[in-house]
């Protein structure tokens, strides 16, 4: 029997039992993770025997959440005593915002927008993306090869940027380009190191050109504000909940790639496999909705866009029966917490028939925690995951699409970070369905 893990907190008084696994100062394990975060982490927990253990990342004792119903726990419960683990480094890139509020504040912050993202505002901005679809089928070239996953993103951005500043794409082209270009070069920013510098012969810092990116956007926010050309922007201010600089920085928020490429994530996988759903489609394009939305939550259980976050304790605390100390590092893993075979049975094997009614063992839409969960959840996520579904749809309605690969019938190979996507997006030849 080995013996018992010292507690974290090191006070020689505690008779808790410590997470297996271990922190040590040169042990630091993020080339590991980074390389294959779930690798990485699924071989920890067969090392350990546990879906929950310490490691060092980013030169920080980190414990690491593999395990679903822990996750669950953590993100709903312990929010009080954490704070965003991003916002040292990059809350000047994403200003004031929900994302980095503490736990009382985001609450406040949610209680006052949630209305906005309800199932009601969702269905009046839903003509907006048909219109956006429509056109961008009339425009397109069929003649080349289609990188969904570029395809998917754009569409996506295009639809925020209407929704959200009144930027119509068809009456205000210009600008529209001027917008996805600098949410480009701002996206650039979090894949850099943060620091703001300029070199001789060498330019600015992909950093620092991520920051003039958003001075850029932010102006245009306060310009379509000044102009009333928002009526979200308009509506969120009318809460008087925000003072104008984290009201235009949240629209920020809601204008960047970040929910682009996350909707391009799941829609470019969706195309990826498109072998498996093809048999489901009737001569007429059509897939029954509920078999679609459940190929779609399975891709969202084992492909999910954001694989997770990083929350450091600001307090000494517990996360379920561990203690953890202030300052320590939790990784909560979505992707391997959707993989936990005590919920998901044959977690490792993609089965959209497992989200069916009536399937065993029963899941519920709320397993799949892509979008988070608690008090800093994606509080888009009804918009977002019907722009998916909407975008699918019609997609799958409108064309048929043809593999070059010989290898029709296969997974494809992933990037997981910062954004998860497929390392070489498969060349697609379209054509439009016949009526």
Same mark, same amino acid.
């Given at each position: 029997?080995?013996?018992?893990k010292k507690?974290?907190?090191?006070?020689s008084?505690?008779?808790?039992?410590?997470?297996?696994?271990?922190a040590?100062?040169f042990g630091?394990?993020s080339?590991?993770?980074?390389?294959?975060?779930?690798?990485f982490?699924?071989s920890?927990?067969?090392?350990? *025997?546990?879906?929950?253990?310490?490691?060092?990342?980013?030169?920080?004792?980190?414990?690491?959440?593999?395990?679903?119903?822990?996750?669950?726990?953590?993100l709903?419960?312990?929010?009080?005593?954490?704070?965003?683990?991003?916002? $040292?480094?990059?809350?000047q %890139?994403?200003?004031?915002?929900?994302?980095f509020a503490? @736990?009382a &504040? /985001?609450i406040?912050?949610?209680?006052?927008?949630?209305?906005?993202? $309800?199932?009601?505002?969702?269905?009046?901005?839903?003509?907006?993306?048909? *219109?956006?679809?429509?056109?961008?089928?009339?425009?397109?070239?069929? $003649?080349?090869?289609?990188?969904?996953?570029?395809?998917f993103?754009?569409?996506?951005?295009?639809? *925020?940027?209407?929704v959200?500043?009144?930027?119509?794409?068809?009456?205000?082209?210009?600008?529209l380009?001027?917008?996805?270009?600098s949410?480009?070069?701002?996206?650039?920013?979090?894949?850099?190191?943060?620091?703001n510098?300029?070199?001789p012969?060498?330019?600015?810092?992909?950093?620092?050109?991520?920051?003039?990116?958003?001075?850029?956007? +932010?102006?245009?926010?306060?310009?379509?504000?000044?102009?009333q050309?928002?009526r979200?922007?308009e509506? %969120?201010?009318?809460?008087?909940?925000?003072?104008?600089?984290?009201l235009c920085d949240?629209? %920020?928020?809601?204008?960047?790639?970040?929910?682009?490429k996350?909707?391009g994530?799941? +829609?470019?996988i969706?195309?990826?496999?498109?072998?498996?759903?093809r048999?489901?489609?009737?001569?007429?394009g059509?897939?029954?909705? @509920?078999e679609l939305?459940?190929? +779609?939550? &399975?891709?969202a259980?084992?492909?999910?866009?954001?694989?997770?976050?990083?929350?450091?304790?600001?307090?000494e605390?517990?996360?379920?029966?561990?203690h953890?100390?202030a300052g320590?590092?939790v990784?909560?893993?979505?992707?391997?917490?959707?993989?936990d075979?005590?919920?998901?049975?044959?977690?490792n094997t993609?089965?959209?028939?497992?989200?069916?009614?009536? /399937?065993?063992?029963s899941?519920?839409?709320?397993?799949?925690?892509?979008?988070g969960?608690?008090?800093?959840?994606?509080?888009?996520?009804?918009?977002?995951?019907?722009?998916?579904?909407?975008? /699918?749809?019609?997609?799958?309605?409108?064309?048929?699409?043809?593999?070059?690969?010989?290898?029709?019938?296969?997974f494809?190979?992933?990037?997981?970070?910062?954004? %998860?996507?497929?390392?070489?997006?498969?060349?697609?030849?379209?054509?439009?369905r016949r009526?």
């Amino acid at each position: 029997m080995s013996p018992k893990k010292k507690c974290l907190c090191g006070r020689s008084s505690c008779d808790s039992e410590g997470p297996p696994g271990g922190a040590g100062y040169f042990g630091d394990k993020s080339l590991k993770f980074y390389e294959s975060p779930i690798n990485f982490i699924e071989s920890q927990v067969q090392t350990l *025997n546990s879906r929950v253990f310490l490691t060092r990342l980013a030169l920080k004792p980190t414990l690491v959440l593999a395990e679903h119903e822990l996750v669950v726990h953590f993100l709903e419960n312990c929010m009080a005593d954490f704070y965003n683990g991003l916002k $040292d480094n990059y809350a000047q %890139l994403f200003g004031d915002s929900i994302m980095f509020a503490d @736990e009382a &504040e /985001a609450i406040r912050l949610r209680d006052a927008m949630l209305p906005m993202f $309800d199932k009601k505002s969702v269905e009046i901005y839903k003509q907006n993306l048909q *219109n956006i679809l429509i056109d961008w089928t009339n425009t397109l070239d069929l $003649d080349r090869e289609l990188n969904f996953y570029e395809e998917f993103k754009r569409l996506a951005i295009t639809y *925020n940027l209407e929704v959200f500043l009144g930027i119509n794409h068809k009456d205000d082209i210009q600008l529209l380009e001027e917008v996805i270009s600098s949410s480009s070069e701002h996206w650039h920013g979090v894949i850099s190191i943060p620091f703001n510098f300029s070199l001789p012969f060498f330019g600015n810092s992909t950093y620092s050109i991520a920051m003039e990116a958003k001075e850029k956007i +932010l102006r245009i926010i306060k310009q379509r504000l000044d102009g009333q050309k928002s009526r979200f922007g308009e509506e %969120l201010r009318a809460k008087e909940v925000f003072e104008i600089d984290k009201l235009c920085d949240h629209l %920020l928020l809601f204008s960047c790639a970040l929910i682009p490429k996350g909707v391009g994530s799941i +829609l470019s996988i969706l195309f990826e496999l498109h072998w498996l759903w093809r048999p489901l489609v009737d001569s007429e394009g059509c897939i029954p909705d @509920e078999e679609l939305e459940c190929i +779609l939550l &399975e891709i969202a259980r084992m492909y999910p866009p954001f694989i997770g976050g990083i929350r450091i304790a600001s307090a000494e605390t517990k996360v379920g029966r561990f203690h953890v100390p202030a300052g320590t590092a939790v990784h909560y893993s979505l992707l391997c917490a959707m993989r936990d075979p005590e919920l998901f049975l044959d977690p490792n094997t993609f089965n959209y028939k497992r989200w069916k009614d009536g /399937a065993k063992p029963s899941l519920r839409k709320e397993d799949m925690i892509g979008f988070g969960t608690g008090p800093h959840s994606c509080i888009g996520r009804h918009y977002s995951w019907d722009c998916i579904l909407e975008i /699918a749809k019609f997609a799958i309605r409108t064309f048929l699409v043809t593999s070059p690969s010989s290898e029709d019938h296969r997974f494809p190979e992933v990037k997981y970070l910062p954004c %998860l996507r497929p390392v070489n997006p498969t060349p697609f030849k379209v054509e439009l369905r016949r009526r």
